[in-house]
Nanobody, 128 residues
Framework: QVQLVESGGGSVQAGGSLRLSCAASGYSSSGRYMGWFRQAPGKAREGVAMICTGSGTTYYDDSVEGRFTISQNNLKNTMYLHMNSLKPEDSAMYYC?????????????????????WGGGTLVNISS
């Protein structure tokens, strides 16, 4: 049973930084990719960043490119999202996700249908 648990959300001022963590368990170590999505009130859930866990290749949505960095620590079974230069529009519930696939590409950020497992979310609030 795959379990994903997010942590690290909080409230910061614009321009600040946060680091989100996703602790994963119960997954197979091969053929998977992991990512972060976010959902603001009244809006659809959108892909933010993902990592192909085998190759380490990363992809980002244009809105966070250059400000956010996704990384993984396989020894700790944990994925991170380092968020810098935060903006009020980054405020949202952030979700960790995992999927199994032979392929890994940026198009997986385009929709929830490509992902198999989800965490419960961690809330990020950025004040201006």
């Amino acid at each position: 049973q795959v379990q994903l648990v997010e942590s690290g959300g909080g409230s910061v001022q614009a321009g600040g930084s946060l680091r989100l963590s996703c602790a994963a368990s119960g997954y197979s170590s091969s053929g998977r990719y992991m990512g972060w999505f976010r959902q603001a009130p009244g809006k659809a859930r959108e892909g933010v960043a993902m990592i192909c866990t085998g190759s380490g290749t990363t992809y980002y949505d244009d809105s966070v490119e250059g400000r956010f960095t996704i990384s993984q620590n396989n020894l700790k079974n944990t994925m991170y999202l380092h968020m810098n230069s935060l903006k009020p529009e980054d405020s949202a519930m952030y979700y960790c996700a995992l999927a199994y696939s032979r392929y890994c590409g940026i198009y997986f950020l385009s929709g929830m249908q490509y992902w198999d497992y989800w965490g419960g979310g961690t809330l990020v609030n950025i004040s201006s």
